[in-house]
């Protein structure tokens, strides 16, 4: 029994301190988002005009469509949380594999995007110009994001299916849930400066 | 036996297994004690060598004519010279080195709050100094160390691997602000409230979030500018749309905070010596506290007083001049809290105390001349001449490095159990106060004369000022020798020191000198801040630290 709330008050340390500092971590992630998002806008407010010259036509439709996909994951791994806390594994399982499924929908959008603007409208690549420069450095950084949290996330599932968390103790789904979250939040800033503005 | 057994319980009561073996105990070591040392020797390596390149600099400004080195690789000594005083030694000695070593001792803690990332960290840290180095084989950056397009866009690999260099160095000081920042928001000792933190705990606490927050930009703009030398992704380059003064935003959007980066932790060391050698109560304790805290957030608030040369619009210029300003009054807050704890007080003057000292005059100077170049007319006259080169060192050298000197002495017994010479201390002492201000001194008149820096040839008529200014240097240069002498020397035969050789009154101090690997064998309790001289240390529960009964046990993973 105390060694049971021990164990207790142990993990709730932990855990404090591993939310804390994945916050934080969060907080520099992104200031190196915004620090783009700033030469971006410094770029595109101090030049020649905007567009630039040659800058390709984004495709709205497929982006809004990736959005959307990218903004269900975030109500998906919400599910998923939700029904680890309540001990329904099945259901976490189902959801996080949504998730999953979602996210490497967004990627393949994305891909679908790129794969157009470099073989459409060579103009556009990355080394063009600055469009490009900062098109592809904030989607690409944000891509890269995305790429590394289904893998975050596989592990996690993995993880949880051997049997790694208990209902009780889950400090690393929570913080793969805020990563996944703050991936979902980066993309609305993107979406919104590149292609609503 | 149940004295000394760990209550099972939380992360305070949770001990890791004393390390075994050479390479866990000191080479991949966890405990933050030795990371923290492990930081300061590399630092100070990494300051032979930014001297080497400084003396070079000042032999070869000997003759107008230079002549010692062609100019093409004395523009190479000053950029690499100073990439590894900012990125190499000051700011790791200051946050991953005292740091590391002193704040969790002083808040009651066993660790920092995840030991081994901040190990990660560290080992960042040698392979990025010998990158920046390496790249002296391939033709090392030009530019200076603020790298300006377009002139870094152009010359050799070298440039790159700098970026790379100074990312890698980034990452490992963002690592560690993260890690000081969750450590002192949950990791201090019951009853340390904020207004109970010692304040050099203050100073860090107010550095991890400059850390965190500014190291990042620059990696933003380092890496775009890797990106673009190496791929040709145009950023900086204007004939392809890009700005060279994004580059200059973004890199001083780091920068002047990387000076606070600098100079906060320094504030800190400065406001632990002064009560301990006045034997009085630091005055304006709260104060102190909050203007570093102020610091911090005006620090974001001025990056572009470094452009006003470069065709920042007028309307911008003047908050900036305004802001820059008022930084001054918070850092003025400090100097006058200090000398008024030297009012009155009964001061021992032991070289800690004298580099403290010498501190205030030093630093106070650089910072005067920050004020002038702060208003824009001056500015405009004074940018680009040896007037920004003597403010610079005058903040780095007389604020920075005299500060390190000074917790260096005056941690050295809690490091290693003994004693630093006393009398070579003081040799090294007043070489040093003298080598520094026969050396930057001079450089204000230069700059008010006109002689432009970062030039390897220059009009004869600076060449017996400048011939003065190196001697100085080599003055300079033989008192820090001395000082590494002594440390060497020390280390088996300085005088034994005990665990509270200063009387001090902060926590690391009523532990033995070198603390074991637990630091604290029961969690104290603190009751009071440090510094009421007139009371007993107002801690509970250290009975035991001092006397032989047994270590703590490890706790077995729950």
Redesign the interface.
């Known amino acids: 029994m105390?060694?049971a709330?021990?164990?207790d008050?142990?993990?709730q340390?932990?855990r404090?301190?591993r939310v804390?500092?994945f916050l934080?971590?969060m907080?520099?992630?992104l200031?190196?988002f915004?620090?783009?998002i700033?030469?971006y806008l410094?770029?595109r407010n101090?030049?020649?005009g905007w567009p630039?010259p040659g800058a390709p036509h984004l495709n709205l439709a497929l982006a809004a469509l990736n959005s959307v996909a990218l903004f269900g994951s975030g109500a998906t791994i919400h599910f998923a949380l939700e029904n680890w806390k309540h001990e329904k594994f099945m259901k976490f399982a189902g959801w996080m594999l949504a998730t999953i499924m979602l996210g490497i929908m967004f990627l393949s959008g994305q891909g679908i995007e790129y794969y157009s603007l470099y073989t459409v409208d060579h103009a556009s690549w990355?080394?063009s110009?600055?469009f490009?420069?900062?098109f592809?450095?904030l989607t690409g950084m944000h891509g890269l994001h995305v790429f590394a949290g289904i893998i975050y996330l596989t592990v996690l599932l993995l993880q949880a299916a051997q049997g790694k968390y208990t209902f009780k103790y889950y400090t690393g789904l929570t913080l793969g849930t805020l990563y996944w979250h703050f991936v979902d939040v980066i993309w609305v800033v993107l979406f919104s400066i590149f292609y609503l503005i | 036996m149940a004295v000394t057994a760990p209550q099972?319980?939380?992360?305070a009561d949770?001990i890791h297994p004393e390390p075994q073996g050479f390479i866990r105990k000191y080479v991949f070591s966890i405990d933050h004690k030795i990371i923290g040392i492990q930081y300061i020797v590399t630092s100070f390596v990494f300051m032979i060598l930014g001297g080497l390149l400084a003396e070079l600099i000042r032999i070869q400004l000997m003759n107008a004519n230079g002549g010692f080195m062609t100019p093409d690789t004395y523009n190479e000594v000053y950029t690499i010279h100073g990439s590894t005083m900012v990125w190499l030694v000051i700011v790791p000695m200051v946050t991953g080195g005292f740091g590391n070593f002193v704040f969790p001792l002083q808040i009651g803690a066993r660790d920092v709050?995840?030991p081994w990332l901040n190990m990660v960290s560290f080992w960042m840290f040698p392979p990025a100094g010998l990158l920046l180095y390496a790249s002296f084989l391939v033709g090392a950056p030009v530019a200076g160390w603020t790298e300006y397009p377009p002139v870094s866009l152009q010359g050799g690999p070298g440039t790159s691997m700098w970026c790379v260099a100074i990312f890698l160095v980034g990452v490992g000081t963002?690592l560690t602000g993260?890690?000081f920042?969750?450590t002192a928001?949950?990791?201090r000792a019951p009853g340390m409230t904020f207004t109970r933190m010692p304040l050099f705990v203050w100073a860090q606490f107010a550095t991890a979030p400059l850390v965190?927050?500014a190291t990042?930009?620059l990696?933003?703009?380092l890496a775009?500018l890797f990106?673009?030398r190496q791929?040709?992704?145009?950023?900086y380059d204007p004939t392809?749309?890009?700005?060279p003064?994004?580059w200059q935003?973004?890199f001083w959007?780091y920068s002047h905070p990387a000076v606070y980066i600098m100079i906060l932790p320094v504030f800190g060391i400065i406001s632990e010596i002064f009560p301990t050698f006045a034997r009085k109560p630091i005055f304006g304790y709260k104060m102190i506290a909050f203007s570093s805290i102020s610091i911090a957030l005006l620090g974001f608030m001025v990056w572009a007083h470094h452009m006003f040369t470069s065709g920042l619009a007028p309307f911008l210029q003047l908050p900036f001049m305004i802001m820059t300003m008022v930084i001054a009054i918070p850092t003025g807050i400090k100097v006058f809290s200090w000398l008024a704890t030297l009012w009155g007080g009964k001061i021992q003057y032991t070289t800690a105390m004298l580099f403290a000292i010498a501190f205030i005059a030093t630093f106070t100077l650089g910072g005067i001349s920050g004020v002038f170049l702060a208003a824009i007319p001056f500015d405009l006259w004074a940018h680009g001449t040896y007037f920004i080169v003597a403010h610079i060192h005058y903040v780095l050298v007389g604020g920075s490095l005299t500060g390190i000197f000074a917790g260096m002495f005056y941690w050295y017994p809690k490091m290693t159990g003994r004693f630093m010479n006393e009398t070579l201390g003081r040799w090294t002492f007043w070489l040093f106060v003298i080598g520094l201000n026969g050396t930057f001194v001079p450089m204000h008149w230069l700059g008010l004369m006109g002689m432009p820096r970062r030039v390897a040839e220059y009009d004869p008529q600076f060449q017996t000022i400048n011939q003065v200014e190196s001697l100085f240097s080599f003055v300079m240069t033989l008192a820090i020798l001395l000082f590494f002498v002594n440390a060497l020397w020390s280390i088996r035969h300085g005088k034994r020191a005990g665990h509270n050789p200063w009387h001090a009154r902060t926590l690391e101090w009523q532990i033995p000198s070198p603390p074991p690997y637990y630091n604290f064998k029961h969690i104290p309790t603190v009751l009071a801040n440090p510094y009421a001289f007139d009371e007993p240390v107002p801690y509970a529960g250290l009975e035991d630290e001092l006397t032989d009964s047994p270590a703590p046990i490890p706790a077995g993973a729950?």
Do not use: C
């Open positions: 105390r060694a709330v021990a164990a008050q142990f993990y340390e932990t404090d301190l804390t500092g934080l971590f907080v520099s992630d200031v190196l915004s620090s783009f700033f030469a410094y770029l101090t030049g020649q630039p990355a080394g110009g600055v490009g420069a900062s592809f450095t | 099972p319980g939380g992360i949770h709050a995840f963002t993260i890690n920042l969750v928001l949950k990791m965190m927050i990042t930009a990696a933003a703009a775009a990106m673009e791929f040709g992704v145009p950023f392809k749309g890009g700005s003064l994004l935003h973004m959007f729950y």
